[in-house]
């Protein structure tokens, strides 16, 4: 039986575990319990993803809580209202309710043993190797107790950043987007005035008194087949802005993919990482290109102007990538599969 390790125990790795799993593989799990207290929204395309992979009972575990709602105040001019057709779930519920039903053969250990496996995965979040980091921005944001009538999700850009509100249950979930560090501070006002413009005075009292999270929110790219020939999935291949929206559906979609590359015929492997790589850059690019639009149509257009032009041209260098056979060659002596240069040959000049 093959033998897999996947590091990382967020919604990433406990899909490919499960796919894995089902596929007949023996597959350790390791890394420390999933411990974030965000909020996710889902759009009924990633519920239903979701429920097709896990099942619904997964998602019927964790009570998501409906948005009927949503409030856009992007552009300059009035807020537009349009349907919401969300869910909110907290993270934590999410992982814990997916760690609970795991398929026979998956193994769930804190540190991974010293041994050697057939395929290594690497989910373990936004990659520390990437090559393409898009314009520097953090996130702040707060999980409190939900005080008063929170009826709708709310996404508000300010000159110097912008704001995502979005309740669950007898939650609320606040993030702050700023370019660069920003700080803490920065961050706590801006929540402030989008809060305060909606009379939402309570749940502002009880986030005055909690401490921010702080995460890297920065868009970043890196070699989804690693070096030492672990394939990289989720995040740790390629990070999304979070104006995406879109964390849990790209998380499952690609551990989907990354485990069918897992698991492919050997003498597959070398087309099948090849393909891996293009179909991650050539979303990565649309990704990079339709956040750059948003964002230049906002309030904080000016903000985040270097971070536009970094995600405009790294949307360009990613699909000349795709297009160039000699950036986008394998080189299958190598377990690693790494990019290697494919000689150019010029014709002779008669």
Known sequence: MSLALIRGRGVAG?????????????VVLAGPP???????????????LLALELGREVLAAVAPAPIAVRELAWSPGPPETVPGELVAVPLRSLTA??????????????TPPERSFDEVLDATGRGRSARLRSGARTAWGWT????????????????????????????????????????????????????AGRGWSATLERLAAAPPVAC???????????????????DAACA???????????????????????????????????HYLTRLALAHAAHLAGAAD???????????????AA???????????????????????HRDARLVPRPVRVAASS
């Open 14 to 26: 406990l899909v490919a575990a499960r796919r894995l799993a089902r596929a007949g593989w023996s």
């Open 34 to 48: 999933h411990h974030s207290d965000r909020i996710v929204t889902l759009d009924p395309s990633v519920v239903d």
């Open 97 to 110: 309710a997916m760690e609970e039903r795991l398929p026979p053969g998956i193994t769930v250990v804190e």
């Open 144 to 195: 409190v107790p939900l005080s008063g009538p929170v009826g709708r999700a709310v996404l508000e850009a300010h000159l110097e950043g912008w704001v995502f509100v979005a309740p669950a249950g007898a939650q609320v979930s606040v993030q702050v987007v700023l370019p660069g560090d920003g700080g803490h501070e920065l961050a706590r006002e801006l929540a402030r005035r989008t809060l």
């Open 216 to 234: 890297d929110a920065t868009p970043a790219f890196g070699d989804p087949i690693a070096p030492c020939g672990a394939i990289l999935v989720g």
């Open 240 to 274: 999304e802005d979070p104006l995406s929206g879109s964390g849990v559906g790209r998380a499952v979609r690609g551990a989907v993919l990354g485990a069918a590359v897992a698991t492919a015929a050997p003498g597959d492997r070398t087309a099948v990482r090849r």
């Open 294 to 308: 948003f964002y230049a149509r906002s309030r904080c257009a000016a903000a985040f102007a270097p971070a536009v």
């Open 311 to 333: 995600m405009r041209d790294h949307a360009r260098h990613l699909r000349r990538e795709v297009a160039a056979p000699a950036i986008l060659q394998l080189d299958a002596s």
